[in-house]
């Protein structure tokens, strides 16, 4: 019997020029097969690269994809699976000074926090509610979103706009 098939999208937000081509052989052994990936220029990073590339393959490739590129310096990515017959959708994210999040996905591509990361986060708050909303940012991984989320919009047709102070 096959493995089923999978499917997700590598999003490499930044990378230095030099470490493409062994960006693209880690993915491409995590694929089992060679890639070539179209590299542009990131506007929020002077001589950075970025890509994307859409994969299929066995369910699990997702994290084999995360696990080849994780820990390497000044590279910004963001792996997701999709959810498959019977298996939740996943997602990884990496920066270089946060180093790797996970988080299981549900069909729209939410965050999806188990029930005993919930009640962790309720009991290590207590009554303090800016406790349990720190837990519960941790859980969602909000620190690699914030620091992720430039680096998403940023393209040759879009403005980055910074916003220092709101309100």
Known sequence: MAAPIARGVLYVHS??????P?????????????????WEAQPVLKGAQRTEYYWEGPQGTGAAIASALR???????????????????ARWLHTPDLGIFFAQT????????????????????????????????LALGQAWDDELEPFRHASDTTAVVWLHQVG
Do not use: Q
């Open 106 to 137: 549900d069909s729209a591509g939410n965050v999806v926090i188990p029930e005993d990361r919930v009640r962790y986060a309720m009991d290590v708050a207590g009554v303090n509610a800016l406790e349990l909303h720190r837990e519960l940012r």
């Open 22 to 38: 062994h960006i693209e052989w880690a993915a491409g052994r995590a694929l089992g097969r060679a890639v070539n990936f179209t």
């Open 71 to 89: 820990g390497w310096e000044h590279l910004r990515f963001e792996v997701t699976e999709d959810p498959g017959h019977g298996t939740d959708g």
């Open 15 to 20: 990378s230095p020029g030099a470490l493409c």
